[in-house]
């Protein structure tokens, strides 16, 4: 069975930085494009960032360019979120995703698998 759980979520101040990870058991990453994705109560799952699965391509929606990076280490199984400089707009429930498809998109609707979510609150 394929599953993914996220993990590193927590309280962070704005400005500091935390990883999320992403690990997979049941099968290989590799073969898989993932994505983060968040969400916070009454409104939509929104696309944070993405990889692809064959040169690990990336996307981010432009909210965190430059501030958030995806990055994947197919030995150990795992996608990982380095959240840097946070904001408070950023607190949220973050989740990962696989697809699939050899190409990197946000949409949530391409992905056919979930964790269960980690929550993030950036806050002094």
């Known amino acids: 069975q394929f599953q993914l759980v996220e993990s590193g979520g927590g309280l962070v101040q704005p400005g500091g930085s935390l990883r999320l990870s992403c690990a997979a058991s049941g099968r290989t990453l590799d073969a898989y494009a993932i994505g983060w994705f968040r969400q916070v109560p009454g409104k939509e799952r929104e696309g944070v960032a993405c990889?692809?699965?064959?040169?690990?391509?990336?996307f981010y929606t432009e909210d965190v360019k430059g501030r958030f990076t995806i990055s994947r280490d197919n030995a150990k199984n795992t996608v990982y979120l380095q959240m840097n400089s946070p904001k408070p707009e950023d607190t949220a429930v973050y989740y990962c995703?696989?697809?699939?498809?050899?190409?990197?998109?946000?949409?949530?609707?391409?992905?056919?698998?979930w964790g269960q979510g980690t929550q993030v609150t950036v806050s002094s």
């Open positions: 995703a696989a697809h699939s498809g050899d190409y990197e998109s946000l949409s949530p609707y391409e992905y056919e698998y």
């Open positions: 990889i692809s699965s064959s040169d690990a391509t990336t």
